[in-house]
């Protein structure tokens, strides 16, 4: 099947699909950038499809990439219209995997890096049911007024973030998990030290964990 995302797709070696993490790349990244972290992920989640599907929008100051939606605006108002209109192309993605490989939500994680961990944030809180769960990295709550108004379902999260972030501050995480604990979803944080905006080892590893534990319990 062909998506309505051009996709990386990572299939399980026996090609029984269980469950699967979709991934959402940052600004101006693609599939590939994100599909990276699958390279440790895949050996201990034997029946799990991977999914890192590029932005919808070319990359607005980076033609190579693609972003979820543009921030050369620095208008609040645009980013929220913006970010919900890739929420809908992603609501559909994740329509046509649970179609094409019949699961649930309960049997799908998303996780995301920067902008794409923004995404996975908003869709974790607007889905007409929870995900198994979300895994955030170096992200952020786009606008805490305008999700709250919206929030629909209540998809455990686990945030990651490193304290020499500069592209998108750590007391971002802090506030993510205030405003998450405040709406009662179960929220784990970790801060890594001497990590900037990246994935690091560290980070891969945990958040291996915390996905293998939810989506096998």
Request: a neutral charge; charged letters at 25%.
């Amino acid at each position: 099947m062909k998506f309505s995302l051009d996709t990386k797709i990572i299939k399980p070696e026996k090609n029984y699909v269980k469950n699967a993490v979709i991934l959402l790349h940052g600004y101006g990244g693609d599939g590939n950038d994100i599909a990276a972290v699958t390279l440790n992920w895949r050996r201990f989640l034997p029946e799990t499809i991977f999914l890192c599907p590029n932005g919808h929008e070319t990359c607005s100051i980076n033609p190579s990439g693609f972003q979820w939606f543009d921030l050369d605006k620095d208008d609040p108002c645009y980013i929220i219209e913006e970010s919900i209109k890739a929420e809908k192309k992603l609501k559909f993605f994740i329509s046509e995997i649970k179609s094409e490989y019949k699961l649930n939500n309960s049997k799908i994680c998303i996780a995301g890096f920067s902008q794409g961990c923004m995404m996975a944030i908003n869709l974790g809180l607007t889905a007409e049911e929870n995900f198994n769960c979300v895994v955030g990295f170096s992200g952020k709550i786009i606008d805490r007024d305008n999700i709250s108004k919206r929030i629909k379902s209540k998809t455990k999260m686990l945030l990651i973030h490193g304290d020499q972030d500069v592209v998108v501050p750590p007391n971002h995480l802090l506030e993510a998990k205030d405003f998450l604990i405040r709406h009662k979803i179960n929220i784990e944080t970790k801060v890594i030290e001497n990590c900037g905006h990246n994935i690091p080892i560290e980070a891969s590893s945990i958040s291996l964990n915390y996905i293998k534990k939810n989506l096998y319990i």
